[in-house]
């Protein structure tokens, strides 16, 4: 009888890509995907801990599978993402109805046939796709669990990574994105230390490859030489992803970022003046331990200044065996988190509404991703989400749309004849 699998996923790019390839690993076994997890003879659960909520839906969706794995005893039911560290014992005590828990990254023996393939491709992948060049971390940001859970930086080796990006073109992908918890730091464990930019040149050359970009860049290791790549290369997005967690010196170091307010501000204006035009994103914390008003202000001072096309804010919330958490008081309260994230949610609301209005009446390049409630959806390369209406088949086509609304958060338009 034909098997199927069902694969749960929360959480960053790298659980969705983890994801994705652990779904053609099973597909390349003879399963195939199951729309929910009742119908499913194997069920994985990727989840994240980034923050307590993350972890409580974790929790939630295992008791939730409890009585399927009762009435089913034959189910296989697996857990990975950064919940599982390497002492499983606890997870074991606590989810005892689980069969496996296996790291972030991992592909168990259980899981995989017997092949040579390094990674497991997607038969059919999505015009748009991931691909991590990088795995774990050696920064050991205060607040931050994933060194703990995903390890050490690992780069993929060069060759790999362009014969992967050429396999996944030539099955059809047309964008791709490098992923890296800090992609900066690519190729330094590498024999002759590759970095980004060489990666990015060498990716730039894939036939039928369209554009390409990459997530997340670390403020006190991204090079002059990177950005210029960025600015010289034709496939490359002028879009940078560059978290500044805090505008405020003081809280920068209590987070151990290794870079004050004043090198991300240089930084920020190198990139604009080599990359006029580029579109900028970021990430925010607020509230963290004994981050005063005054503190805040700075974030809000930095984010008003900059002007970023998208900000990622989120409140602070402690995570086990950080040194945050081992060693400073979360003391701002749940209500003064969440009216700092207010602010901040609505003064970029403003700014993204000002920026994406510029757009009005312009023409812009879209990769067509797929269908979203009767319309075609894509991405700009400065990473604005796009839709329109149109009768014919566009997936995975680079079309031109003018832009006829705007928000703060899509565009909408009309196709433009080719
Ligand atoms: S750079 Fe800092 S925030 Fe990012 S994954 Fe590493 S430790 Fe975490």
Known sequence: MQQHYHIWTIGCQMNKVESERLGSLLEERGYLPAATAEKADIIVVNGCVVRQ??????????????????????????????????????????????????????????????????????????????????????????????????????SRPMSEIVSEVRELVRRGAREVTLLGQNVDSYGHDLPGKPDLADLLTELNGSQGLARLRFLTNHPKDMSAKLIAAIARLDKVCRQINLPVQSGNNDILQSMKRGYTSEHYRNLIAGIRNKIPGVALSTDVIVGFPAESREQFQDTFNLLAEVRFDTVHVAAYSPRPGTLAARELKDDISATEKKRRLHL??????????????????????????GRNKGKWQGRTGSDKLVFFSDSANHQGQLVNIRIEKTSPWSLQGKIEPA
Request: glycine share 6%; proline share 8%.
């Open 344 to 369: 901040v949610e609505q003064l970029q609301e403003g700014i993204a509404s000002e920026i994406n209005r510029r757009l009005l009446g312009e023409t812009v390049e879209v990769l067509v991703e």
């Open 53 to 154: 909520s993350a972890e409580n839906r974790i929790v939630n969706k295992l008791d939730a599978l409890k009585p399927l794995k009762k009435a089913n005893p034959g189910l296989t039911l697996a857990v990975t993402g950064c919940l599982v560290n390497s002492n499983t014992s606890q997870l074991r005590e606590q989810f005892p109805h689980v069969d496996h828990f296996f790291k972030p990254g991992e592909q168990p023996d259980w899981l995989r046939k017997a092949t040579d393939q390094p990674e497991a491709l997607p038969r059919h992948p999505q015009p748009a796709v991931y691909v991590t060049i990088i795995r774990g971390c050696d920064n050991f940001c205060s607040y931050c669990i994933v060194p703990y859970r995903r390890g050490r930086e690992k």
